[in-house]
């Protein structure tokens, strides 16, 4: 098998010359990049791809840590990432953790071995504490606002979302409001939000007027059941367009508006309204942020898609 010395041998010129060709080098004349590259093509050469990661010293490569593997919230941060990833010629492994901490923590630590250029974090469990000791190892990006910690993210406007969605509720006359919800507020800075929001500005004097533990189409199914039994109920807001899918296989929006998130295409296709945080954005800005000196937080601005 043919090795980079006797591809020198053979073109006449230096192994650095044939090693800045097979790195894409810009200080190479066309001349000798055409010869030797010809030379390659008739030995059937394929060059040592660990090999060239460790000349160049990045291997093209990028880590996207995710909570569930099959989750729309997963698929459409990911699509983001993979299309601004594919446009840089990077490869993109997936990482799901399903809130592990000590899961998270091995990907983490294999980052610091160098398995990767780099690591978004599109939701965690462990701290931020904990994360930004790894930022001298490689680029780290989270896709929630890190505060005072000096970690890049993308800030979608979640907070901005629900207040302005439950204050223009409340402005309309509705009163008796229902809300989904997934992970508890202690483990989900957007779970806090949207309580915190509705608690607030709609006040919670009845429990029932929440289901928690919502995730899935089927857990909609679940909350649909629920809600389907309680009077008076005007407005279910939901925490997934996926969620207010399975919501109305029992209630119907002649009846109640229901609200989902995301914009996604049940939310198309059932014909209801959605609150779209452009998390495909987030992503796309997540991949570029990972190649910034400096960190820096960017915010995606939300947009609400009424149907009627």
Excluded at 50 to 68: E, F, T
Aim: hydrophobic share 40%; proline share 3%.
């Amino acid at each position: 098998m043919a090795n980079i010395r006797d591809i020198a041998k053979l073109s006449g010129y230096s192994v650095t010359t044939v090693s800045r060709v097979l790195n894409n080098h810009p200080y190479v004349s066309e001349e000798k990049r055409t010869k030797i590259l010809k030379i390659m093509q008739e030995l059937d050469y394929i060059p040592n791809a660990k090999a060239r990661d460790l000349s160049s010293g990045k291997s093209k490569h990028i880590a996207v840590m995710i909570p569930y593997a099959n989750h729309p919230y997963s698929d459409k941060i990911v699509s983001g990432i993979l299309n601004a990833a594919f446009k840089d010629g990077y490869k993109v492994t997936l990482l799901p953790t399903n809130y592990d901490p000590t899961i998270e923590m091995n990907y983490l630590n294999a980052l610091a071995a160098k398995a990767w250029d780099g690591m978004i974090i599109t939701s965690k469990k462990v701290s931020f504490e904990v994360i930004v000791r790894y930022l001298k190892y490689a680029p780290i990006v989270c896709c929630e606002n890190t505060g005072d910690f000096p970690i890049s993210c993308v800030s979608i406007k979640r907070e901005e979302s629900y207040i302005d969605l439950f204050t223009s509720l409340k402005k309309q006359g509705y009163h008796n409001i229902g809300l989904t919800v997934g992970r508890t507020e202690k483990e989900s800075a957007s779970t806090g939000l949207v309580l915190q929001a509705y608690n607030s500005i709609i006040g919670l004097s009845d429990p029932s007027m929440i289901v928690r533990n919502c995730r899935t189409y089927e857990d909609g199914i679940q909350a649909g059941i629920h809600f389907a039994t309680l009077k008076n109920l005007e407005v279910i807001v939901t925490n997934g367009d996926d969620v207010a899918a399975g919501i109305l296989q029992h209630i119907s929006l002649a009846q109640v508006s229901v609200i989902g998130e995301e914009n996604l295409l049940s939310s198309r296709l059932l014909n209801f309204s959605t609150i779209d945080h452009h998390i495909d954005q987030c992503g796309e800005a997540a991949f570029q942020l990972l190649w910034e000196k400096e960190s820096r937080t960017v915010s995606i601005p939300y947009t609400f898609i009424e149907r009627r």
